[in-house]
């Protein structure tokens, strides 16, 4: 829409997960208000358990960021005229839209000739914020990894004709790779999205000529504006540069011009050395890369939330104390879809579980009319167990359900989600 903000963010990974939501409310910010937004379902559309996906992203942008969304469904090109008429009406409405995980060649197969590549590329042109994550990612550049057919199949590496929507937006020639600090195969390389350096090399040797490889690392966006002509990095990690083996990287914090990434590229190409170019596209923005600050050690974080957490329960401040509460869940999280492991986690998250022990127990404190007293807390614990349980901590879930149970509280789950009741304690 005429006014909005013309954004194309590319996330590696993790775009539902919490160091993502961050930076989901900061796109938001953008329009200063709620605005209509929309999640496209292709790319898993193939997959069995889509309808959970979509569920549990609704859930997710509803909860964690403050924004719902609605599903523009457009499983696969055969859909009927009025499901893709809908799908497109939506996308057409939304003002900012996402798309995500699955397999990039599906939805490549399923956007080949029809509407949906043209819908994106109108709005990245007349305003609006387009969110492209993992799969979707790979779609965005001139030539995208057929991921599962290469990683899972067998087949050589070869590349796929990408949409291209971030050429036509700035003017890049790029091959996007999502996951590029991908560690999940343990003893084999699974970095560059599961391709590893020998195959991502073979790739390289195929790419048309002019094109680079443009990587994101997981739980990180670069956030391209559009307007502006600007680039920034958002998140745990970092985006690479990458031309036949040589590499600059932008690590989180660092703000450069759009331009500035296809001249390191050029400067790559021209043998220049990574040093150069890095520092090349950094002079050129009025904003230095930022470098990054590690986050607090686990054990000092976690020790500042639960001293917030218990002056504002020993305070009153129920709300507040259930703030420190999820600020400790979040920080826990983050360290785990990072990566991290350590004794330092394992005792926060025995320590998240013990604030939840006490703030049960508070509710067994209540005096007067019992319900009206219990109801403050019990809808906040409530709400953690809903968290808990749409991430899959089951034991974290039971654990409130069961501390609950034992001052008189009994839960109820059931369609329309978790009611309670009081019973004689």
């Not at 500042?304 to 600020?327: I, K, N, W, Y």
């Not at 059931?414 to 009611?419: A, K, T, V």
Request: charged residues 20%.
């Amino acid at each position: 829409m005429s006014g909005d903000p013309r954004i194309l963010a590319i996330m590696g990974s993790g775009e539902t997960a919490p160091a993502m939501a961050k930076v989901h409310r900061a796109l938001f910010d953008r329009f200063g208000r709620q605005v209509p937004a929309a999640i496209l379902d292709t790319p898993y559309g193939f997959q069995e358990n889509a309808d959970d996906l979509s569920a549990r992203t609704m859930e997710f942008f509803a909860t964690s960021v403050g924004n719902p969304v609605e599903v523009a469904s457009f499983r696969s090109s055969d859909v009927d005229a009025v499901t893709a008429a809908t799908a497109l009406a939506r996308i057409r409405a939304a003002r900012y839209l996402m798309a995500g995980p699955g397999s990039p060649s599906y939805a490549l197969r399923q956007w080949a000739g029809g509407p949906v590549p043209g819908a994106l590329a109108d709005k990245l042109r007349a305003g609006g914020i387009v969110t492209m994550a993992s799969a979707a990612a790979l779609t965005l550049g001139v030539v995208s990894i057929p991921v599962y057919e290469v990683y899972k199949v067998g087949e050589p590496p070869h590349w796929l004709e990408g949409l291209d929507l971030l050429g036509g937006a700035t003017g890049l020639r790029a091959a996007v790779v999502p996951h590029y600090d991908n560690a999940e195969g343990g003893n084999h390389d699974t970095r560059f999205c599961y391709m590893g350096e020998r195959r991502l090399r073979m790739l390289e040797g195929l790419l048309p000529q002019d094109v680079f490889v443009l990587g994101v690392d997981s739980h990180t966006a670069l956030v391209l504006d559009l307007e502006a002509g600007s680039a920034s990095v958002a998140g745990l990690g970092g985006v690479t540069v990458r031309v036949d083996g040589r590499s600059a990287r932008f690590e989180a914090g660092a703000s450069i011009a759009i331009a500035a990434i296809g001249e390191a590229a050029r400067g790559l190409a021209a043998g220049q050395s990574s040093e150069a170019v890095h520092t090349a596209a950094l002079a050129g923005s009025d904003s230095a890369e930022r470098p990054v600050r590690p986050a607090a050690p686990m054990r000092q974080e976690m020790q500042e939330l639960e001293g917030t957490f218990s002056a504002a329960l020993d305070g009153g401040e129920v709300r507040e104390a259930v703030t420190a509460l999820l600020a400790l869940d979040e920080a826990i999280n983050a360290r785990v879809r990072a990566g991290e492991d350590s004794p330092d986690l394992d005792n926060a998250s025995a320590t998240f579980q013990a604030l939840v022990v006490r703030l049960g127990e508070q509710a067994g404190n209540g005096s007067r009319d019992r319900r009206a007293d219990l109801a403050p807390l019990v809808e906040v614990l409530l709400q953690l167990r809903d968290t808990a349980r749409a991430s899959k901590d089951w034991p974290t879930a039971d654990l409130i359900r069961d501390r609950l149970a034992s001052v008189g509280v009994e839960v109820r789950d059931g369609p329309s989600g978790s009611e309670w009741v009081l019973g004689d304690s």
